[in-house]
């Protein structure tokens, strides 16, 4: 997934509660059969909200009406911050609540007597919102925040009465003022303006697990689409009145991605998609809509990229529920058919940058730092993105070159006819993928989602010799203990060019022989990065991130005292996010990664008494800081930030953690001018 701003999160799964997951696996039966045109009367819970939200005075007042169908004992939540001015379970008045956290709750005693029907009408004040917040902030507080530059009201704020644990299907009548406009996940089955002010009601009939509800002063773009099948599917942007400009170009590339993902998966599964700006640096998916900050809106990538991976999360994520219990599959299709996918349009070298980085990232975890894929829910870190992101997407790359790509297609094609509006898990993909294909895939599957870590392949040997029809190559490749079994693809460079073969590696260590025509020159493993690994030293020069994910990475102020040294203090807390480890900048050199931070003569005198690499020559005398990595002789990394004065390394705060891919970065004030990863190496022997 691509990162906005270097911190953002997409959050699907709003449908299903993990949490509670052996209560979803049952509910999935009933999910099952539903679709979303004609699912209304078979939800066990659903809801019917209407809502009056005044943004200016921060105000909602509601009424919501929820049938349940069902006998067992239920607990209706409520934010805590809001007074219920009514509530009534069928004839009975709601009784007292208990209070735990943020949240109110109240026992539904088990009742024979079916639907039953709940009332509840209900007031408060909302929170200000705050547009200084960045991303995870705005994720974490979780509270219902209003203005009349927008309203957004998280369903893990209980900002309406909702029944714990349950999947429900809704209603939702949004009431604004007049130049508001307001939207929920679903259809818009109509909308009004009025003297009154606005009216919109949404209905999302198939059972959902939570409402977030998006106000602000939108101006609304619509187009239509005749989706597969010639059903028609709205388009809109909710777009705030300074980006209002952008809203056909976003309409039409969402246009361009389902028909895109229709051709390649099958039908979109709702009837509209809209992308509604907010005015935090917030990134959302949800089903039928995106809610996306008005920055990154601006963002000139964000349409070919992110904005693809958002509307194929309709099918992975919001069509198919991931089982969050087994792992989450979701992130990693959706960042192998989206974001993965454009670049291999793009060209065989931008895709190839794209697995190299992913690699490069992976290697620059420190071991145990990674956990099996089984064990992803959703990215709430640096490591856990480049497992369940990148380590998935370069799983089903890996299954795509083993099966081919018209057997790998109709194996999705089958998994979504038959997963649709279900929970899957890993293997009902493997079941799907296993029928189409008609190989046993348990070893493939098993291997790379139930381990951590990665396998680690070198060339150990390679030989040339004369045959009667040429020459021949016998290889050995060597991998590290727990043994995978590997399609190894290995290059043989001859005079005439470069022949591809692919090497079955079982054992740790395995000799094989390679008949050529042409006088073979060198031996080359894995050229194309199409094998899941973790790379040698050489083959992932060191980045910052290391230094920044290592928790056995230690901190070297350069700068004694002062203001300076604080400054240096603070750039550093933002790096590694976590306390650190000081070590004192007289202290000889710790057998340890470090992250060094002065002013520019204070490194340049340290590196020296250290006797490490001067200054690299593609930073020297650019811009007022640097920062780069070193890579020493005992193997371990080194990070060095170096500014010219305080303020040179003040400016870097902000900016310096969003360059964690890079192995050096050269700013001039705040502003990124130069940057680059060193150099890779593939991993290739000689003959002769
Ligand atoms: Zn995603």
Redesign the pocket.
């Known amino acids: ?1 691509r990162r906005i701003g270097g911190a953002r999160l ?1 959050r ?1 799964g709003r449908n299903v509660a993990w949490v509670l997951l052996p209560f979803f696996v049952a509910t999935a039966t009933s999910a099952a059969s539903v679709v979303p045109a004609a699912a209304a009367d078979t939800a066990e819970i659903h809801y019917d909200i209407t809502v009056r939200i005044n943004p200016g005075a921060r105000t909602i007042e509601g009424r919501s009406v929820i049938t349940a169908k069902t006998s067992e004992e239920l607990t209706l939540v409520l934010g805590r911050r809001f007074e219920v001015m009514h509530g009534r379970v069928d004839a009975t008045s709601l009784g007292p609540s208990a209070i735990t956290g943020k949240m109110r709750a109240w026992r539904i005693p088990g009742d024979k007597q079916m639907p039953r029907r709940i009332e509840v009408h209900w007031r408060g004040e909302l929170s200000a919102l705050d547009t200084s917040l960045d991303h995870p902030q705005t994720l974490g507080r979780n509270e219902p925040a209003s203005s009349d530059a927008g309203t957004f009201l998280p369903d893990s704020s209980g900002w309406y009465p909702y029944i714990a644990e349950k999947l429900a299907s809704y209603h939702v009548s949004i009431e604004l003022p007049g130049g508001q406009r307001g939207i929920v996940a679903g259809r818009l089955v109509e909308e009004s303006e009025t003297d009154e002010g606005y009216r919109a009601h949404f209905e999302f009939p198939a059972p959902t697990g939570g409402i977030d509800l998006m106000a602000g002063p939108y101006k609304v773009e619509t187009s239509t689409m005749r989706g597969a099948g010639g059903k028609t599917i709205q388009l809109r942007t909710y777009f705030h009145p300074q980006i209002a400009d952008l809203a056909s170009a976003y309409l039409s590339s969402v246009k361009g991605y389902i028909e895109l993902y229709e051709s390649w998966i099958g039908a979109y599964p709702f009837t509209e998609f809209s992308v509604v700006s907010s005015p935090t640096p917030t990134g959302f ?1 949800m089903p039928t809509l995106t809610y996306l900050g008005i920055e990154v809106l601006r963002l000139p990538f964000i349409r070919s990229t992110s904005l693809g ?1 958002e509307v194929l ?1 309709n099918w992975w994520g919001n069509g198919v529920y991931p089982d969050y219990a087994q792992g989450n599959w979701s ?1 990693g299709l ?1 960042t192998f058919m989206a974001d993965y996918a454009y670049k291999e349009r793009e060209s065989p070298e931008a895709a190839r940058e794209m697995r190299r980085g992913w690699l490069r990232d992976f290697a620059a975890l420190s071991p145990g730092q990674d956990a099996p894929l089984t064990t992803f829910t959703s990215r709430t870190h640096g490591a856990t993105q480049i497992v369940g992101y990148n380590k998935a997407a370069m799983t089903f790359l890996m299954l795509r070159d083993l099966l081919g790509r018209e057997t790998f297609d109709q194996a999705l094609q089958a998994f979504w006819r038959e997963q649709r509006f279900r929970i899957a898990s890993w293997a009902d993909l493997r079941g799907a993928f296993q029928t189409v294909s008609k190989q046993d895939l348990n070893s493939f599957f098993d291997q790379w989602l139930t381990r951590a870590g990665a396998p680690v392949v070198r060339i150990a040997e390679a030989k040339r010799t004369k045959s009667d029809s040429g020459y021949r190559v016998n290889v050995t490749l060597e991998q590290a203990a727990p043994e995978y079994r590997l399609r190894v693809p290995v290059a043989i460079r001859t005079g005439e060019g470069e022949e591809m073969r692919t090497l079955d590696l079982e054992h740790g260590r395995q000799t094989f022989t390679l008949d050529v025509r042409a006088l073979p020159l060198e031996v080359i493993l894995d050229p194309d990065l199409r094998l899941f690994r973790r790379l040698m030293p050489d083959e992932a020069p060191p980045i910052l991130r290391q230094i920044m994910v290592d928790r056995a990475a230690v901190t070297i102020l350069l700068p004694e005292s002062g203001e300076v040294r604080g400054t240096a203090e603070t750039l550093a807390g933002k790096l590694q996010n976590r306390a650190l480890k000081l070590v004192p900048a007289t202290d000889s050199l710790p057998s340890a990664p470090a992250l060094v931070i002065g002013l520019e003569e204070q490194v340049d005198a340290w590196l020296a008494r250290h006797q490490l690499p001067r200054r690299p020559e593609i930073v020297r005398d650019k811009g007022s800081a640097q920062a780069w990595t070193v890579s020493r002789s005992d193997g371990m990394t080194l990070a060095v930030v170096s500014a010219r004065e305080a303020a040179s390394l003040a400016a870097l705060i902000r900016p310096l953690p969003h360059y964690g891919r890079q192995s050096y970065v050269i700013f001039d004030g705040a502003k990124a001018i130069g940057r680059g990863a060193w150099p890779t190496r593939v991993q290739a022997v000689k003959l002769d």
């Open positions: 997934m997409y699907i998916g991976h999360h992130e959706t």
